[in-house]
């Protein structure tokens, strides 16, 4: 830690252990940090199935596991009041380059009725379950190869299928705990606005959180996502509960499409999950995810969702182990599989395999490194 003259602190490390000297100017008080994870795997991943005909799909990769690099800064306003802002860059460990930014990055003010945030974030409904239900959160291994239709980065109307995004444009409000309650609301603007239609995206979180418990319902709808007048809505709920060094963990959720004129589609999925500390260092983690068959009478694919009436279901195997090294690094294996019904497409997360079709099942397994700072 570097202290400042100008009442500035500057916590800073790297994720090679090595100090990193940097300057920060401020007229008044108020702190700022680093932060982030780099997190990597080599892994072999295939594709399978499908009868005669469909691709041989496999390869071994190092691939990245969605690393991070972050600055945050806080100031003290008074009152019970403060300002923070927050600037987040994917880090692409397995090339050295990738894009600058493009993570959760926004401006915040804090203030005993709660937070007002604005800027680019992940959408409410993906904080249901992803970190507090899914042990494997980032990569192939992780539940939204299934949950929420596939994770995407994307504007109003772009990547309609996806109910697991990251949403330029939101206007956010976080609630103060209210006992072991707490409230988000989001709305993302709708700038991509034409004379023919407004896109724009509602999502709410609500959670508990009392000792071993953890539960939460999350909601998220889309506007003209598909064509003007099209809605599109996703109901999540969650929970967990820890008997010693157990935890069990579960959701569920409901997705609803109207991708064209007169047709709908609706899928429900829910995910099992547990993991097991063996003690300090080490970890086991298990993952089961169902999606169940596609029904309404929508005519085409929508993202891994099937056509209804056919064989559109799906599940996921995942299963790791970890083990700390240190409370920053640890070494970690894991393995996961897909199994795809015939017009199901879903595909792994984060690192997915190019060219795969509707009905084959694609896995991995994979040995990685993960580095805090």
Not at 117 to 135: C, H, K, M, N
Not at 148 to 162: E, L
Not at 211 to 240: K, V
Not at 309 to 335: C, F, P
């Amino acid at each position: 830690m570097v202290k400042h003259p100008n009442n500035w602190t500057l916590t800073a490390l790297i994720g090679c252990a090595l100090p990193l000297t940097a300057q920060a100017q401020s007229a008044g008080g108020g702190t700022l940090s680093i932060y982030g994870f780099l997190k990597t795997n080599v892994e072999h991943v295939r594709a399978s199935g499908n009868g005669p005909g469909a691709p041989s799909l496999s390869v071994s990769r190092l691939s990245n596991d969605l690393s991070v690099l972050g600055f945050r800064s806080r100031e003290d306003l008074g009152g019970g009041m403060s300002a923070w802002a927050q600037f987040e860059t994917n880090v692409r460990v397995d090339t050295g380059d990738g894009p600058f930014g493009g993570r959760n990055t926004a401006v915040g003010l804090a203030t005993p009725l709660g937070e007002l945030v604005l800027g680019q974030w992940e959408a409410p409904l993906r904080f249901t379950s992803v970190y507090a239900i899914d042990p494997f959160t980032a990569g192939i291994f992780a539940s939204n190869s299934i949950m929420g239709n596939g994770f995407s980065t994307a504007a109003n109307g772009q990547s309609p299928a996806s109910f697991d995004r990251r949403q330029p444009n939101l206007v956010q409000y976080w609630s103060p705990d209210m006992g072991a309650w707490a409230l988000r609301l989001a709305y993302a603007m709708p700038e991509e606005k034409t004379s023919q239609s407004s896109p724009s995206m509602l999502g709410s979180l609500l959670t508990y959180k009392q000792g071993p418990l953890y539960a939460a319902w999350g909601y998220e709808r889309h506007n003209s996502y598909f064509y003007a007048g099209s809605l599109d809505e996703a109901h999540r709920l969650a929970a967990a509960y820890s008997f010693g060094p157990t935890r069990l963990r579960a959701s569920w959720e409901r997705l609803s499409y109207q991708p064209a004129p007169g047709q709908s589609l609706r899928r429900d999925a829910w995910q099992l999950a547990v993991t097991h500390q063996i003690d300090d260092k080490q970890e086991l983690q298990a993952s089961f995810v169902k999606a169940g068959s596609a029904h309404g009478n929508a005519t085409k694919q929508i993202g891994g969702i099937g056509i209804a009436g056919t064989d559109s279901g799906a599940n996921q195997v995942s299963l790791g182990y970890l083990y700390r090294l240190s409370k920053r690094t640890e070494l970690w294996t894991a393995y996961t599989r897909i199994h795809n019904g015939t017009t199901a497409a879903y595909n792994l997360s984060a690192n997915s395999i190019s060219g795969m079709k509707p009905g084959q099942s694609p896995s991995g397994v994979g040995l990685g490194v993960t580095h805090r700072f």
